[in-house]
């Protein structure tokens, strides 16, 4: 009971801590805000300048320090503001005079040397411009906003109180310095002659812009977003979503994406050549561009891209592209795409798309040519693969190790082919098609809409031989076997294929005519060195829709080896009769004859 209570206790204990603690946390967050950025209104008449700064050290609660030396005290100033940073105040109040400097609470104040150094001199060396950036009805400082200068490409991103500084260079006579957050109208600084400027810049929601924003949750018209996630620079991005412009240079050099001449602005600069010694990131390129290991271009690029790994490519290509790993363009390519492993590209494609491993393209009028793998949705020419190549529609040839198309015009050739509907030729060992207007020629062939037939037959050597028929009327292959069971335990088979062909003479009447290839054994042994061939020519009457019965002549012709004594035994007296016979030099019988063959078929 005692250790319960003494439990009760310090929880009691430690609420009361947290509740004395928590607004003294919330106080301490406060304070975190920058002095020079914590918000004072002064209105003062006709005061001397150390009377404004000790109005604002109450109201902000900081301690300004300076000596005798840092400014010029001077009377009669007369100011107003309401609700505005402390830098904002000091900036009117000493007109870029006077350097800041914060430690803790203190604001060290100095000379401003570099501008005494400035204004005494004829030309400007350098400028600097700073303020805040507002929304004009809210007063809602803006963070994010990219203030830039069009002839150097200098930049500065507003921070989360709206500040930005942006310096100049010696070199920039006439600078052309403008404003720009995606969703807000662009805004172009006026020209100043002053080296020293600081301004309070209002810029105004953009009614297009918010409703293109709301309709699209992604409003980035970089297509290469997901590689700019974790290879470019925060800055970088925040300035190629913020601009609506686009700057053209002749030629840029990057070491990696942000460092480069194009600077933090790179992502909308367009470029005649680019020069990436690891990693290039720009908007495009008009003429060449070369990395040593990846180029990324968010718009298109022309005429020749090279990369010692990856080239990446958010529009369009015109020209040659080359990488020793991957190719990937979001929009067309037009010529060639050459890579170690692969090419992606996601509009269309016009040339020759190659690559060690795989290719991939919706729509191809060219060539495909990769040592694994081609997918394309439609093709007009050719796909060549070690191993597979597949697409939804092609006007050309395939020719891999398994091709797969659902509607071929033109050739299939490989190990296996597979269509749905086809026009043309499928060579291969096996061949599938649903329809086929023209011919199957391998091993097996398969047309679920073409020729089907089961055949038992009877002919002057096999008493019963049975047969299957597959393709197409015009050209089909025949798998059969066979029977001469004269012998009674010890029959003599046969085992062949060969290739038909089937021409209508009239409704249910056909002409047939069969070419065969066939293997003889007895009883469980081949008999080696030994073949029969054998044509057939004849008529087949369709008795119903699915049985026919067919009759006609046959050419035989066997050939075997007179040195195995099993040939001699069991094939020299085979024929029936002969139309000819005879012994080669080298021991090879030779023997033709005529017979018939009587068949019915199924189908």
Do not use: C
Not at 124 to 145: A, D, F, M, N, Q
Not at 376 to 383: C, D, E, I, L, M
Not at 427 to 442: K, M
Not at 525 to 548: C, D, H, I, N, P
């Amino acid at each position: 009971m005692r250790k319960r209570v003494e439990n009760q206790s310090r929880m009691a204990v430690l609420i009361l801590w947290a509740l004395f603690q928590l607004p003294l946390t919330l106080l301490g967050q406060g304070e975190e805000i920058p002095p020079l950025e914590r918000l004072v209104s002064v209105s003062v008449t006709n005061v001397e300048t150390r009377d404004v700064l000790d109005q604002v050290s109450q109201q902000a609660n900081v301690i300004f320090s300076y000596s005798s030396k840092a400014f010029k005290s001077e009377s009669g100033i007369t100011l107003t503001v309401a609700n505005k940073p402390v830098r904002l105040v000091l900036n009117s109040l000493f007109n870029g005079a006077v350097k800041y400097k914060v430690r803790g609470r203190y604001i060290i104040l100095s000379e401003n040397r570099e501008e005494a150094i400035n204004v005494s001199q004829s030309a400007v060396s350098r400028r600097t411009i700073e303020g805040y950036i507002y929304e004009p009805v809210s007063g809602k400082k803006l963070s994010g906003v990219t203030v830039y200068d069009r002839n150097s490409m200098a930049s500065a991103i507003t921070n989360e109180y709206g500040y930005f500084k942006i310096t100049l260079p010696q070199d920039d006579a006439k600078p052309d310095v403008r404003v720009s957050k995606f969703g807000y109208v662009d805004t172009v600084l006026s020209y100043t002659r002053n080296a020293f400027n600081f301004l309070a810049v209002e810029l105004s929601l953009d009614s297009l812009k918010q409703s293109f924003s709301r309709r699209e949750p992604k409003p980035n018209r970089d297509s290469t977003t997901w590689v700019s996630r974790w290879l470019i620079p925060k800055k970088v991005k925040i300035n190629t979503k913020n601009l609506s412009d686009t700057l053209f240079r002749k030629v840029q050099v990057s070491f990696i994406p942000y460092l480069s001449t194009n600077q933090l602005l790179t992502g909308n600069v367009e470029n005649n050549v680019s020069i990436n010694i690891v990693a290039g990131y720009v908007q495009g390129v008009r003429y060449a561009e070369f990395g040593g290991v990846l180029n990324i271009d968010r718009d298109s690029v022309r005429y020749v891209q090279g990369a010692g790994v990856a080239n990446i490519v958010g529009k369009n290509m015109r020209g040659v592209e080359m990488a020793g790993v991957l190719n990937l363009v979001m929009g067309d390519v037009k010529a060639a795409q050459l890579a170690g492993v692969g090419n992606i590209t996601y509009g269309s494609f016009k040339g020759v798309q190659a690559a060690g491993t795989f290719n991939y393209a919706p729509s191809v009028i060219g060539v495909q040519a990769a040592g694994t793998y081609n997918h394309a949705s439609t093709v007009k020419g050719v796909q060549i693969s070690g191993t597979i190549n597949r697409a939804r529609s092609i006007v050309g040839v395939q020719l891999a190790a398994v091709n797969s198309a659902d509607t071929v015009d033109g050739a299939q050739v490989s190990v296996l082919n597979v269509a749905r509907v086809a026009k043309g030729v499928q060579v291969g060992l096996v061949n599938f098609a649903d329809s086929l207007d023209g011919v199957p020629v391998g091993l097996f062939s398969y047309v679920r809409n073409g020729y089907h037939s089961f055949e038992a037959s009877s002919d002057e050597l096999f008493q019963a031989n049975v047969a299957y028929r597959s393709g197409v009327k015009r050209l089909h292959g025949i798998l059969l076997a066979g029977v001469q069971a004269k012998d009674g335990n010890n029959p003599l088979w046969t085992l062949g294929y060969g290739f038909g062909t089937s021409v209508g003479l009239a409704r249910k009447l056909s002409l047939d005519m069969d070419l065969t290839a066939q293997q003889l054994m007895k009883g469980g042994t081949f008999l080696s060195r030994s073949g029969l061939a054998r044509g057939y020519l004849g008529l087949e009457q369709k008795l119903s829709s699915r049985v026919a019965l067919a009759a006609g002549v046959t050419y035989s012709y066997l050939a075997f080896d007179t040195a195995k004594q099993n040939n001699v035994q069991y094939l020299t007296s085979l024929a029936p009769h002969t139309l000819s016979s005879s012994v080669g030099a080298n021991g090879i019988a030779l023997q033709s004859w005529l017979g018939w063959k009587i068949a019915l078929r199924l189908y």
